[in-house]
């Protein structure tokens, strides 16, 4: 079987003075999702436990269309290893965002986490979206489901 793999060209601008071309979103591995982005910073960002902090990447980007939004989601290595992970869950980057491009990360750990310059800090990753318009409806389907909730569907 041939796989293949859909691609999109995305603008950037280095916007730091300590940038380096290592710091460039990269796969992994050839069947990695998401890219990594790193740290871009003058030196090392220290975290207490249950701190927050923007880190910054070091790029702006531009997104090719309407049709795609970038997602940021966390390493789950640095969430495992050290606590270290995206207190609002996932980042969006919307295409009418054009700053630099900055992680919010937080130690939810129970001791202190540095991050050095360089270290991958999150990972990028680009996604279809839809946009929606509302059509008031006075029934919706029957499901086997319904009206069930949290939990409705089992352990």
């Known amino acids: 079987m041939n796989e293949s793999s859909a691609s999109i060209s995305v603008k950037y601008q280095i916007v730091s003075p ?11 591995t050839s069947e990695s999702a998401g890219m990594d982005l790193h740290a871009c910073c003058s030196s090392d960002i220290s975290f ?3 701190q927050r902090q923007k880190v910054p990447t070091g790029l702006a980007i531009e997104m090719p269309n309407l049709e ?3 997602l940021v989601f966390a ?8 606590g270290l992970s995206l207190p609002n869950g996932v980042g969006v980057i ?10 919010l990360l937080q130690n939810f750990g129970e001791t202190p986490v540095v991050v ?7 990972q990028l990753v680009f996604m279809p979206i839809y946009r929606a318009e509302w059509i008031q409806a ?8 319904g009206e069930g909730g ?6």
């Open 94 to 103: 919307d295409r009418d965002y054009t700053g630099e491009l900055q992680v």
């Open 138 to 145: 006075t029934a919706l389907r029957v499901t086997a489901r």
């Open 48 to 50: 207490a436990p249950g």
């Open 18 to 28: 300590w940038f380096e071309m290592k710091y460039l979103p990269n796969y992994a």
């Open 68 to 70: 795609m939004v970038g």
């Open 116 to 122: 050095k310059p360089g270290d991958r800090i999150a």
């Open 150 to 155: 949290f939990g409705s569907t089992g352990v």
């Open 75 to 82: 390493r789950s290595g640095l969430a495992w290893r050290h």
